[in-house]
C-alpha cells in the first residue's frame, strides 16, 4: 500500500513517477507491534502538506524530489531538493530521476514552477554521482520539453568540465533534435556554468544563498547551502559527516534539511564502514545536537541511510533525543 495516496491521481502520478511515496526501503524493516508497555506514546511525527490542499503562491515550499542514496531503492530517486518561492524552483542536487519526481511534484503539489520546462536555475553541493547523474536529464529534458532560456547552474570547482563532458556526450542526440524534424533551437540549450567558493554565490529579487565548506571524505569541495527568502530561511547539509560550525550558521533558521544516518545502526558494522560513516556522514544524534543548538524551527531528514535495517521511526526519536522541535523523516513528494 503506498503512503499518503490519498487521492486516485496521486496513484496514477507515483506509478509513472516510478515509485510509492515514503513506502519502506528495502534497508528498513517492517515495522512489529510490540506490547503496550504502560509509556507515554511518542509524539506523531510531522507530515508533508497533503496533495489535495492548495499552494499558497506567495509561500516559500520546500520540495523533496529524491532523498535517496547511492542505494538503487525504487521509492527514492537520487538527492534533489527544491525550493519553490516566487513563482520560480530553485533545485538543490540532481539525482537520477530528477525531472520525472519534477514532474509529478508539479502535478501532486500544485506548484507549476516544478514543470520541466519551469526548471532553469540549480545548486550543487558537490559531484558525487549519486548527486550528479540527473544533471543530463537536467539539461536535455526540460530543453526538449520546452525550456526556452538556458539553464543556470552554481556548485563547487569541476562542475564546467563536467558540463562540457556531458555536452559533448549527447552531440549527437542535440545534433539530431536541432538538425532533424524537431527543429529545436540550440542557443535554449546553452548552460551557464558558474563555480563557486564558499559565500553568497546567487542573489535575485526572491532567493538569496550562501554556500558554506562541509567535510566530506576526500572532496576538496562539497558544499551546504543557507537559502534565504522573504518569508523562510532553509539550511540543507549537503552530504558532510559530523560539522559542529552548521550550528552556527543554521542559528533561528526555519528549516534544516540533513542527511542522517541510524547511530544504533553503525554499531552493528563492521569496523571499516563505522568508520567510513562515521567520518563523511551524520548521525541522527549529531543531527539532534546541531539542531537543538541552532535553534531550527523545524528539522527535516533526507538522504537516510538505514545501515542497521532499523526503521524510520528510529532516526526520528534519536534526533529527538537532544532536539525537541518538529522533525520529519522526508520520503520523495513530501511538501512543507
Known amino acids: 500500500m503506498c503512503r499518503d495516496a490519498r487521492q486516485p491521481v496521486f496513484l496514477l502520478l507515483l506509478l509513472l513517477a516510478g515509485g ?14 510490540s506490547e503496550p508497555t504502560g509509556e507515554a506514546p511518542a509524539p506523531p511525527l510531522p507530515t508533508a502538506q497533503g496533495a489535495d490542499e492548495p499552494r499558497d503562491p506567495s ?12 542505494g538503487s531503492e525504487p521509492d527514492r530517486s537520487g538527492p534533489s531538493t527544491a525550493i519553490v518561492a516566487g513563482g520560480n524552483a530553485y533545485l538543490i542536487d540532481a ?5 520525472r519526481r519534477a514532474s509529478a511534484a508539479a502535478i501532486v503539489s500544485g506548484l507549476a514552477a516544478l514543470q520541466p520546462a519551469n526548471l532553469r536555475v540549480a545548486f550543487f553541493t ?21 525550456r ?6 552554481y556548485g563547487p570547482p569541476g562542475l564546467e568540465s ?37 559565500g553568497l ?25 543557507k537559502l534565504t527568502t522573504a518569508d523562510r530561511t532553509v539550511v540543507i547539509s549537503g552530504d558532510t559527516g559530523p560539522f559542529d560550525g552548521l550550528a552556527d550558521i543554521a542559528a533561528g533558521a526555519d528549516v534544516l534539511i540533513h542527511e542522517a544516518y541510524g547511530a544504533e545502526g553503525l554499531r552493528d ?48 526519536e534519536q534526533v529527538r533525543l537532544s532536539f525537541d522541535g518538529d522533525v520529519a523523516y522526508g520520503h520523495d513528494l513530501d511538501v512543507f
Do not use: N
Request: proline share 7%; hydrophobic share 40%.
Open 20 to 33: 510509492c511515496v515514503g513506502a519502506p526501503t528495502d534497508e528498513a524493516s517492517p515495522t512489529v507491534e
Open 162 to 198: 563536467m558540463t562540457t563532458a556531458l555536452l559533448e556526450a549527447y552531440r549527437e542526440d542535440i545534433r539530431a533534435r536541432v538538425e532533424g524534424p524537431e527543429r529545436l533551437r540550440r542557443d535554449q540549450l546553452d548552460v551557464q556554468t558558474h563555480e563557486v567558493e564558499p
Open 269 to 316: 558494522r563492521d569496523a571499516e564502514i563505522q568508520r567510513y560513516h562515521a567520518a563523511v556522514h551524520t548521525s541522527a544524534v549529531k543531527v539532534g545536537e546541531i539542531a537543538a543548538r541552532a535553534g531550527v524551527g523545524m528539522v527535516i531528514l533526507h538522504h537516510q541511510l538505514h545501515l542497521g535495517g532499523e526503521p524510520e521511526k528510529d532516526l526520528v
Open 95 to 99: 539525482g537520477p530521476g530528477v525531472v
Open 126 to 146: 558537490h559531484l558525487h554521482s549519486d548527486h550528479t547523474l540527473g544533471y543530463p536529464d537536467l539539461i536535455l529534458s526540460p530543453w526538449v520539453l520546452g
Open 201 to 225: 554565490i546567487y542573489d535575485d529579487d526572491v532567493l538569496r544563498v550562501e554556500a558554506f565548506a562541509v567535510p566530506h571524505g576526500t572532496w576538496d569541495h562539497a558544499y551546504g547551502f
Open 59 to 70: 509561500r516559500t515550499w520546500v520540495v523533496l524530489l529524491g532523498t535517496g542514496t547511492p
Open 148 to 153: 526556452a532560456e538556458p539553464l543556470r547552474v
